[in-house]
């Protein structure tokens, strides 16, 4: 669960930071997708800092479980 909200927030980040590169080579903002093989490059970026997070989370949790006020 972790791990797919990661990876949906951090892909969505991922596509405007492309975007705002983009606007800055060509000159204009416009929102648009990468060609796939870009697209490829970035789910997989994202996809791994996305797994990382969720283990990264998961074993915290495990050594110091959030206390109950």
Do not use: C, D, W
Request: aromatic share 8%; net charge positive.
């Amino acid at each position: 669960m972790v791990t797919g909200i990661t990876f949906g927030v951090f892909m969505a980040e991922a596509l405007i930071h492309y975007n705002m590169g983009m606007a800055k080579a060509e000159g204009g903002f416009r929102l648009r997708m990468p060609p796939p093989k870009e697209l490829a490059k970035i789910a997989l970026v994202t996809g791994t800092f996305s797994v990382m997070s969720g283990l990264l989370i998961r074993n915290v949790q495990r050594i110091a479980p959030p206390k109950l006020i």
